[in-house]
């Protein structure tokens, strides 16, 4: 009885581990890992089949909400609670049928102001509507472009009144339209810029609105251009231009942003090479008050290369914050990660506080003193992560949204935050963490075993052809006399040698260890060769070898494995 006992508990705890095993080979984790201590995890909110940034905007009483467009053209307002948690996903019945680039506001009472192309039939037509808190429609959807025209690049914000400022660009420019905050359209669209390509906006803490874009200038050359517009007189000032690009053949401008801290404004653009496969991030900044005092300056990254996809950071404060997606190294080559920088000038930023504009010209201020003093990566996933977006709540915590490749044509939403709350919600043990570094542990600890052989043959080779030529010179196959000692020992050193020429170790190892840890290696690999050899009566040349190279090889490639756990 005690040996049927015996075989279910093996039989039960076997199945059990298959089970886990499977399920984990199957099961795609919803957290992504994080590259800062700062940071939560990222995790995965839904899916997308658009390359767009998903916008996310701050709730009055804590949280966010985000808007996305599903595989089933769908749109999806979320709300995440003050954990992270998802409190409600919305599919507002606005009657969109292929909607592109939602665009939201949050007002103080939780109404959401929504915007999105509508491309169905080949138009793009620039719709609006006015939620309830519980994603309801109040108001619309209203056509804000006009008939015919193709709409691009929306982006709204709210004026010192609190009513809502619209902006996108049109076959002829770029339109401003505003509604009120019960969603009235106040008056017709206004063209504000002749053959403007691209527009981005800033409000600041006077609510005066800062709009950077692109005009063309011929095929080969963009012009940025910078001006303020005052919602209540209605007039733009004289654009000033920032800078001239020129490009050449596969070449664009993309990502244009403004941004401004407290004293200081900013325009970002990439220069993209379609052509090479590269790009470089460049920012013109200035004095507030005296635009044509700019300068040109190349966005430099410490850890990564290439950035794209700009972005940032709605709002004055002290310092501006900028998230991109730039490539970096890690083991297994070059990945895309998201990045955030802190701008101050051209200097690196200064920890601070500022009191920022939030919703409706109200203003809250803000301790920045967890803010990034100058740069750092905030991802680390094993997949693209691409097209951020930032945002900033009134507790001063960062919120973060981005998209990770997710299969051909589909983009997975993930989200992560500096929010206690958050950290500690998405930061927590999982049943996957746990069953995932198990099977790290026994993957690599499988390497180091089932490896070793293979290794030590590669290094043994020369060793051995050196003991075959001395067997075959002196005949001496035993370790009874000194030269058979002195042949090992050569042996050994060959080995060590041959582990140098053919090194187990990743470029990043510290050069202490590459060549620190195989001397004391065929140290500790000759100590129990001797302690072996004691207990033989017949001390073999080549079996003294053969044991020392196993012993060397599985403690080389086990510390190797250790090293990456």
Not at 433 to 458: I, K, R, T, Y
Not at 547 to 557: C, E, N
């Amino acid at each position: 009885m005690k040996r049927w006992g015996y075989w279910i508990i093996v039989g039960v705890v076997s199945l059990a581990l298959a089970a886990l095993i499977g399920w984990a080979t199957t099961y795609t984790p919803l957290l992504t890992p994080s590259a800062s201590e700062e940071w939560s995890r990222g995790r995965l909110l839904g899916v997308t089949p658009v390359s767009i940034p998903v916008d996310v905007q701050a709730a009055p009483d804590g949280g966010v909400f985000l808007t996305w467009v599903d595989l089933d053209d769908r749109l999806h307002v979320v709300r995440l609670g003050t954990s992270g948690q998802v409190i409600a996903d919305w599919t507002p019945g606005v009657g969109a049928d292929i909607p592109r680039e939602p665009r939201l506001l949050v007002g103080p009472g939780d109404e959401i102001h929504l915007i999105w192309r509508e491309t169905g039939g080949g138009r793009s037509l620039l719709t609006y509507a006015r939620l309830s808190s519980g994603a309801s429609v109040q108001v619309g959807p209203l056509s804000l472009s006009l008939p015919g025209d193709e709409a691009q690049s929306p982006c709204l914000a709210f004026d010192r009144q609190g009513e809502v400022e619209v902006f996108w660009v049109g076959q002829a420019g770029i339109y401003q339209v505003a509604l009120s905050a019960e969603g009235e359209v106040q008056g017709d669209p206004v063209l504000l810029v002749e053959g403007g390509e691209d527009v981005s906006i800033q409000v600041d803490r006077e609510g005066i609105f800062h709009l950077t874009w692109l005009q063309g200038m011929g095929p080969n050359e963009r012009v940025i251009y910078y001006a303020l517009l005052d919602p209540e007189q209605g007039d733009l000032s004289q654009p000033e231009e920032m800078s001239r690009v020129f490009l050449r053949t596969g070449q664009r401008v993309e990502s244009l942003a403004v941004g401004i801290d407290s004293s200081t404004g900013y325009i970002l653009w990439v220069i993209q090479d379609l052509r090479d496969i590269s790009s470089r991030a460049q920012y013109a900044f200035f004095p507030l008050e005296i635009p044509r005092q700019k300068k040109v300056r190349t966005l430099r990254l410490d850890e990564g290369s290439d950035p794209l996809s700009l972005w940032a950071m709605r709002g004055q404060y002290e310092t501006l914050l900028v998230a991109l997606t730039e490539t970096t190294m890690t083991p297994d080559g070059p990945q895309l990660q998201i990045g955030v920088i802190g701008l101050r000038g051209e200097q690196t930023s200064e920890n601070a506080v500022w009191a920022a504009v939030e919703n409706r010209g109200s203003t809250t201020v803000v301790d920045q003193s967890s803010w990034p003093e100058d740069q750092y990566i905030v991802t680390a996933s094993d997949r693209p992560s691409l097209k951020p977006s930032l945002a900033v709540d009134t507790q001063s915590h960062l919120h973060l949204v981005w998209l990770e490749t997710g299969g051909f044509g589909v983009y997975r939403v993930a989200y992560a935050s500096t929010a206690p709350g958050v950290k500690e919600n998405y930061n927590a043990l999982t049943l996957w963490d746990v069953v995932n570094g198990a099977l790290s542990v026994a993957m690599q600890l499988f390497l180091a075993v089932g490896l070793a052989p293979v290794l030590a043959v590669g290094w043994s080779l020369l060793p051995l052809m050196w003991l075959i030529g001395y067997h075959l010179v002196t005949g001496y196959e035993t370790l009874t006399v000194p030269g058979a000692r002195v042949a090992l020992g050569v042996s050994v050193l060959l080995e060590v040698v041959c582990t140098y020429l053919l090194s187990p170790y990743r470029s990043g190892v510290p050069g202490m260890i590459r060549w620190i840890v195989p001397l004391a290696v065929a140290a500790v690999a000759l100590l129990l060769t001797m302690l072996y050899l004691r207990k033989r009566d017949e001390q073999s040349l080549f079996g003294a070898f053969f044991v020392f190279a196993l012993i060397y090889g599985f403690f080389q490639v086990a510390f190797v494995a250790l090293l990456h756990l």
